[in-house]
């Protein structure tokens, strides 16, 4: 099962704490583990929300929104893509990451589209 890890900062999370943070594990190390046995296969920083464009379609016409286009406590960092063969699995992989000890860390598995299916089907 593939799962989408999406890497939160929270800064304003009061359980946070200093010693979360100094505690957390070395992200080259992560990258050298899941990366090195093929759990991970796809992710990389994000740019700040600043610089993140809103894209919608409204009566026909696209709308384009510079900077956030949601009011969050939580920012999005980066991703990784990770295959687990089930949710423990997954938990596991994601409490090692550093940004689980330092912010937070979303864990989402993936839904395959059925394209070969009926239409609306997924």
């Given at each position: 099962?593939?799962?989408?890890?999406?890497?939160?900062?929270?800064?304003?999370?009061?359980?946070?704490?200093?010693?979360?943070?100094?505690?957390?594990?070395?992200?080259?190390?992560?990258?050298?583990?899941?990366?090195?046995?093929?759990?991970?296969?796809?992710?990389?920083?994000?740019?700040?929300?600043?610089?993140?464009?809103?894209v919608r379609v409204r009566s026909g016409k696209v709308l384009v929104t510079d900077g956030p286009f949601a009011e969050a406590k939580e920012a999005i960092g980066g991703f990784d893509v990770i295959e687990a063969p089930d949710l423990d699995t997954a938990i596991v992989v994601a409490s090692e990451h550093p940004m689980a000890h330092a912010g937070a860390i979303e864990l989402r598995p993936v839904w395959p589209l059925d394209l070969d299916g009926p239409a609306g089907t997924a």
């Open positions: 099962m593939r799962y989408l890890m999406l890497v939160l900062s929270t800064p304003d999370d009061p359980d946070l704490t200093d010693a979360d943070a100094a505690g957390a594990p070395s992200i080259q190390g992560w990258v050298d583990r899941y990366y090195g046995d093929g759990t991970a296969s796809a992710g990389d920083r994000l740019r700040p929300p600043e610089d993140a464009v809103g």
